[in-house]
């Protein structure tokens, strides 16, 4: 009798066991239906729109090699897996990034810096959802839309930098902005240091 209920435990936990098999088969089935379906849809979301640059612009970016080897990377699109685009998020972050070391003397302001510091918080949000199991397919559409709009802005900024530098100073505009600087830099000395 003993031999009979052992046997009758250890039939229904070896069925049991294969059921758990099964459905654990089913669920990476499932997943993997999943993941290449999000792979369909970030293949067809990874627009890139890259903004016209004019000549004046493009002549002071020519030696901006940080510029130049983001600007390459972004034009070539993955086309084998989702790991191919993550890792071509985590190759822009990483050249978005150090952008900011070499400016260009004409575009060295808080202007394009802000904009480049943008363009790099969105390429990491970019990665960082990429690297999820299952990746939220709006999110990264709405993160291609704001990572367009901020190149198109960093180019438009390049080009109002030399817009502005183009104007000519007017008779005493000089005089006036030193002595503001020097009116800022009193203002700012005269608070007392801890």
């Not at 993941?35 to 970016?61: A, G």
Request: hydrophobic letters at 40%; charged letters at 25%; a neutral charge.
């Amino acid at each position: 009798m003993k031999y009979i209920y052992l046997t009758l435990i250890g039939l229904v936990l070896f069925s049991s066991c294969e059921e758990n098999e099964k459905s654990a088969e089913e669920q990476q089935m499932l997943i993997a239906q999943k993941r290449d379906s999000i792979f369909k849809t970030i293949d067809d979301q990874w627009v890139i729109q890259i903004p016209k640059i004019n000549q004046n612009v493009q002549s002071n970016l020519v030696n901006w090699k940080e510029w130049n080897d983001f600007e390459k990377e972004y034009r070539i699109k993955p086309v084998t897996s989702l790991s191919a685009f993550h890792k071509k998020a985590q190759r822009l972050s990483k050249l978005a990034a150090e952008m900011q070391n070499n400016i260009p003397e004409v575009y060295n302001k808080p202007d394009v810096k802000s904009r480049i510091f943008l363009l790099n918080t969105n390429l990491n949000s970019l990665e960082m959802l990429l690297e999820l199991d299952l990746i939220p397919a709006k999110e990264v559409k709405e993160l291609f839309g704001k990572i367009n709009k901020n190149y198109q802005s960093l180019a438009n900024q390049f080009d109002e930098i030399l817009i502005r530098k183009a104007i000519p100073m007017e008779v005493g505009e000089q005089e006036m902005i030193q002595s503001l600087d020097t009116i800022k830099r009193a203002t700012l000395n005269a608070i007392p240091k801890e």
